[in-house]
């Protein structure tokens, strides 16, 4: 790592970057073209977009065409010694495409019959995702997986995600993550919000880019990773996705540890089109998804213009709709009719009984710590919230001359969702035993407990209650995202490209509590007494909120004149005081705001001539500025005096901004006919961490015709995000583990270690995280229609940014960190708080830079194609990825886990499709596998469904089953029908998740059905 903060440095290389760019545009503009001879030309059999890129390379001469005109399309290839336009002639044969030359002598393609020199501006040189240099064969040194426009229309997907989710590359663990998830809780993925992960590493490992550009960050973090939230942009607007699943910062930059993803935008329509879809489950319940997206595009003279715009709507989705996760394996011991307990002369924890009109009889339970009422969260937790958005896109092309186009893109889109959680729990909440809702005979059942003569021996004394409050949690979400690109583009005589561009992006949320965020030391001032009818407090009781206790002090509203507002813990919490819910109850209103700006310039095209083959590069500079701010409501944020300021409900805060410069280049050398070298490497310097530099090597070699060989070895890094190195306090909860830590539990390895109430804070000073990935495999072709891909990979991610809290613990013991008396630790200062008894009772964990995870697998992909039989054209498909290992150690000093096949880690996941197409009708059906894996149950759960303690247990293997079928009616109509998991097969049961199902690798919304129309005008 390298700190630079020499600002004359950087103005110095981009500009010389830039300068060598346009030098070495202009430079050879003037030499001679050779005259066409025949010459050995080998393009292999395949997609006719991959041939006419193979060919540019082996000739070294620009083919411009209209992705549009050769989507589908195949070539038949050629081999031998032949001329460029024999050769060309081969390549089109029975496309229906022709070639002409342009006079730059650029190929360009276009209709049979059309004229001879067709308009160039309507023409594609397409830029693979996993190059900057344009032209470049899909089927290049680094495997790369694309789904298309086809493959979006038969998912029946209505948001990106849920096409994302179907990826193997895009399973294990609990990276890639949809509303599913969601909650409005910190730690939870934001509501509304989706993000994906490549190989497991998490979403902050996985750059997303749009038109190969960056985005701006969610304003809401998912705990504390920063992510691009994929619902920001609408699924109308999607052309088509590149997911390159391997190390990118060479070319790219920071993120790309894993891999990225690339959202390609809609461009150059021409007329108009509406379409509308509706898509609903077959169960009971109702989970109905709307759909209407229009696209129109016109050219005037030399400028185009499309819009597109979107509207969605679906309704909620709870696990209580549907019967194997309507009631969970391990429901919560704290209930709506609360356990009471004096913490001193009571042995047991006492709940109002069902013979006395309490708890219903078949959710009263008694445990190690007495009676409880359980109660079942899945009633309340939202599956899939209630999500509404509206988005649009605008796109203006002009051409400025033959050679020169300015483009511009504004991409819109808001979002109102819906998130709702369990009800908050609260524990050890002071009551008041002169509370006048106190029931008669629960006073007989504590004085019996406690063996007291009379109940009022318990006065002036607290009375603890654990329980759940009534309402769920629930908040509403709005978000607004904006991105606006402005750019130009040059192409030289030579063959050069030179672009740049200007992006501007920002996202606004806001998020608001409508249920269940009640104010804890209102709450427990209306349990003691404290508060009167008007509102005014009095000192009935002193409450102590940092381990919740309360001391007698006498104070009562009747003494002022007035009424005390009792809160009524019993009777199940039902009848309250008219005016209470107006002091408990806050909106805990939420505000984020993120901003980027960034300016980008780079060229590419042919470099020189090496032994009759041409070099091609690409050279470019960056420059980017973020802004991140997530403000919670102050009443919120934990202080070191109420550290739980709203009853399990908590928010963090984060600031920060940062300048960010960056300058690449990359080689194209085609060393043999069928040997060819990539190289790039990319300098980053960022104003807060320091510098990075990320070289990669990738080479393709074709032994054989129908045997495509490659390897690739590369670093990145990941910059740490806005959300970490800003990051506010995060309140948090954990058990100190005494054999782990006996440091921390008076030196003792068997006693219980102390239930903290803790606290994440950021950490200003966090370095990059760092990774190294290799990968080799091949393509094989035995026929003209099939190819066979296998691809091994390998990812070793170092210096994770996390929490490892045993190891902060040792730490912070060995002096690394403050060690204080108790409440003496200030809100926000990492280090521990330490009893005179030589316990830890409280911790404030700070992240760091700490272990390292290291994964391995191989990826399946097989191709054929049948065409032009009676029945019509067919194509399979198969994409696979096996994970061989996932090793994780958490810190230095911890153990190295391999997740492989552990809990939300399998190791298969595969799907395979077949595709039929018949004059107007098409049809596809698709199968889903995931493998079985560990469970992760607690030993109360194992006990609950009847299984011994010490059971080892698996999460079974999932298939399902999707179709489509569609029919054109005309040139203008186009009918779809998708039926997503055709069986209706339940997900798997899962003893590790409260909701009984892992809502991350599996899906409960079951047999779903969706029709689309679409109309072209």
Not at 218 to 225: C, D, I, K, L, P
Not at 593 to 600: G, I, N, V
Request: charge should be negative; proline fraction near 4%; charged fraction near 20%.
């Amino acid at each position: 790592m390298i700190r630079s903060d020499t600002h004359g440095l950087k103005l110095a290389l981009m500009l010389g970057v830039a300068m060598a760019t346009l030098v070495t545009t202009a430079g050879a503009a003037h030499a001679a073209r050779a005259q066409e001879t025949a010459r050995a030309i080998t393009v292999p059999a395949g997609a006719l977009d991959d041939a006419l890129r193979r060919f540019a390379l082996v000739t070294g001469r620009d083919v411009l065409f209209s992705s549009q005109a050769t989507s589908g399309l195949r070539s038949g290839g050629v081999s031998g010694a032949t001329t460029q336009g024999q050769a060309l002639d081969a390549i089109l044969e029975g496309s229906g495409l022709g070639w002409s030359q342009t006079t730059s002598g650029a190929y360009a393609i276009s209709m049979s019959g059309a004229a001879d020199q067709p308009d160039t501006s309507q023409l594609d040189t397409v830029t693979v995702t996993g190059s900057r240099i344009r032209g470049l064969p899909t089927d290049g040194p680094v495997q790369a997986r694309t789904i298309t426009a086809q493959d979006i229309r038969e998912s029946g997907a209505t948001q990106i995600i849920d096409v994302l989710r179907d990826l193997p590359a895009t399973s294990g663990g609990s990276g890639t993550f949809s509303t599913s998830t969601s909650g409005p809780l910190s730690s939870n993925t934001p509501v509304g919000a989706a993000g994906v992960s490549l190989r497991g590493l998490g979403t902050s490992a996985t750059l997303t880019l749009i038109n190969s550009r960056r985005a701006s960050i969610s304003s809401f973090a998912r705990g504390q990773e920063s992510f691009i939230d994929a619902n920001s942009i609408p699924l109308a607007a999607i052309e088509r996705v590149d997911v390159l699943p391997n190390g990118a910062s060479a070319l790219y930059g920071a993120d790309a540890v894993a891999g990225v993803v690339n959202y390609i935008l809609k461009d150059d329509f021409e007329g108009a089109e509406v379409s509308v879809s509706y898509g609903d489950s077959t169960a009971g319940t109702d989970e109905g998804r709307v759909d209407v997206s229009a696209v129109a595009g016109t050219t005037i003279g030399n400028q185009s213009f499309m819009i597109v715009a979107n509207w969605y709507r679906r309704n909620a989705f709870y696990d209580r709709d549907r019967s194997y996760t309507a009631d969970s394996f391990r429901p919560s011991q704290q209930g709506f009719y609360p356990s009471f307990n004096d913490l001193f002369a009571m042995l047991n924890d006492q709940t109002e009984s069902p013979a006395n009109g309490g708890c219903p009889a078949s959710d009263f339970r008694t445990g190690n710590l007495g009676e409880y009422c359980q109660v079942d969260t899945n009633d309340f937790t939202a599956t899939d919230e209630q999500f509404e958005s509206r988005g649009a896109l605008f796109t203006h092309k002009a051409r400025l001359g033959n050679n020169t186009e300015w483009f511009n893109e504004l991409l819109y889109q808001e979002s109102d969702s819906s998130g709702t959680g369990s009800p908050s729990n609260f524990s050890r909440a002071p009551i008041d035993p002169e509370n006048p809702n106190f029931p008669a005979s629960f006073r007989e059942d504590l004085r019996r407990e406690a063996r007291f003569s009379n109940f009022s021996s318990f006065n002036r004394f607290p009375i603890f209650a654990w329980g759940k409050l009534l309402e769920p949690r629930a908040v509403e979400v709005e978000s607004q995202s904006l991105r606006f690109v402005s750019g130009l583009n040059h192409q030289f005589e030579n063959g050069w490209t030179v672009e740049g561009a200007l992006t501007l992006g920002g996202n606004d949320r806001t998020q608001t509590g409508t249920s269940g965020l009640v104010r804890s030391a209102a709450f427990y001032d209306a349990n003691l007494g404290n508060i009167c009818t008007d509102g005014s407090r009095v000192r009935r009781w002193t409450v102590d909120l940092t381990r919740p206790s309360a001391r007698y002090v006498g104070n009562t509203c009747e003494a002022a004149g007035k009424t005390t507002l009792w809160y009524n813990p019993f009777n199940g919490q039902r009848n309250q005081a008219v005016g209470l819910e107006g002091i408990l109850e806050t909106t805990a209103k939420r505000e984020g705001e993120s901003r980027l700006w960034a300016l980008d310039v780079s060229g590419d095209g042919d470099l020189f001539t090496l032994n009759g083959r041409t070099i091609k590069a690409a050279f470019g500079a960056e420059y980017r500025h973020e802004e991140l701010s997530d403000t919670p409501s102050g009443e919120a944020v934990a202080t070191s005096t109420n550290p739980e300021p709203i009853l399990g409900f908590s928010s963090t805060s984060a600031f920060g901004e940062r300048d960010q410069w960056a300058v690449f280049g990359e080689l194209y050398v085609p060393l043999t006919d069928t040997l060819e070298v990539q190289l790039a490497g990319r300098f980053d310097d960022y104003d807060d961490f320091g510098s990075d530099f990320n070289p990669k090597v990738a080479v393709r070699w074709q032994p054989l015709g129908p045997l495509i060989l490659r390897g690739n070895w590369s670093t990145s890094f990941r910059a740490p995000s806005l959300a970490q190195s800003g990051a506010g306090v995060l309140l948090s909860s954990y058990r100190v583990n005494c054999r782990i830590t006996p440091g921390a539990c008076n030196g003792s390895t068997t006693a219980t270690g102390q239930a903290l109430l803790s606290e994440d804070v950021g950490n200003p000073e966090l370095e990059a995280e760092n990774a190294e990935t290799y990968g080799f495999g091949g393509v094989v072709k035995p026929t003209d229609d099939i190819a066979i891909g296998l691809d091994y990979w390998d990812i070793r991610h170092e210096s994770l940014v996390g929490l490892d809290r045993d190891d902060f613990i040792r730490r912070a013991l060995a002096g690394e960190f403050p060690v204080v008396g108790q409440g003496l630790l200030p809100t926000g200062t990492p280090g521990l708080e330490r009893s005179a008894t030589g316990f830890v009772t409280d911790a404030h964990f700070r992240l760091s830079n700490l272990g390292f995870q290291h994964t391995r697998g191989v990826d399946f992909t097989y191709t054929q194609h049948i065409d032009d039989m009676a029945w019509g054209d067919f194509t399979a498909l198969v994409d696979a990825s096996y994970l061989i290992a996932f090793d994780r150690q958490a810190s230095v000093g911890s153990a190295v886990i391999d997740e492989a096949g552990e809990y939300q880690y399998p190791q298969l996941v595969a799907t395979a499709k077949l595709r039929w197409r018949n004059g107007d009708w098409r049809a596809s059906g698709q199968v889903n596998y995931t493998s079985d894996y560990r469970d992760d149950p607690d030993p109360r759960t194992l006990t609950a469904v009847g299984l011994p303690t010490t059971a080892i247990v698996n999460v079974d293997a999932w298939t399902t089953v999707d179709v489509s079928l569609s029919r054109d009616f005309g040139a203008s109509t186009y009918v779809q029908l998708n039926i997503r998991n055709l069986f209706d097969q339940d997900a798997p049961r899962v003893l590790g998740s409260g909701a009984n199902v892992d809502h991350i690798n599996h899906d409960t919304l079951g047999r779903f059905i969706t029709v689309k129309a679409t109309r072209r005008f």
